[in-house]
């Protein structure tokens, strides 16, 4: 399933996925993943990238239903 | 990494213990556990090949002086088992006793590890048996496969292991437990 929130969050934040990627220590494939749903990220990843965007885990992570 | 690097920089990124992405190191280590199991399982059916075959030629020519370290190389088995032993530390060191399934349960799966061993052992007879007919086929010819001799040879082995591997799991899941309970203490 798509994550478009954190997608949204970036965007918001005007960075790009490298911009993103670099920030955390991933690569842009690994967040490019995320955002496109086709990994899902450790709790420390999803934190630091929480950390970065100025969002919490709810606002990023939690599907409601 | 970056196109204008100093030297120290490449030696860093070569040696040093860089930040990894998550996402591939887990596919890195799938990659590899894959990699590991077909160069164990295929040097493993080498050397007992290679034993097999020197059986074969020994029983076929008695009078013949032969080499037995042209038939397998100690240092096969010997890098063989190392990986084993390396890959069983690290495992044990990662917490794979007090986690893994074995520590999960109360009481010991009687059962299902017999039938784990029954598995092993008819794999083994099956495996022995035929590298035996191979063997066999290479030195002597298709005419003189001892085909019932070679599994009957073949079930000695996988008794024999079968045998083995049974105590083992118990050996293993009392560690485990213990391992567990004293990882679960340290809670407290």
Redesign the interface.
Known sequence: MKNLKVKMARVEADMSQSDLANAVGVTRQTIGMIEAGGYNPTLNLCIEICKVLGKTLDDLFWNEG | MDTNMTLKDMFKELFGRN?K????AAEANKAYAVGFIILTVGILIDFVYGIMKFQVTVFSSPDLEINMLDFYHPLEFVTLMLAMIVVSVIAARGGFAETGKMAEVEKFPAKYYLFVSVFVCLLTTVSVGLLRCFAEFEVLGFADIHWLANFAIGFVFGAFIGLVCYPTFYLNYVAARKARDKKLESFE
């Open positions: 930040k992405d998550e996402r591939i």
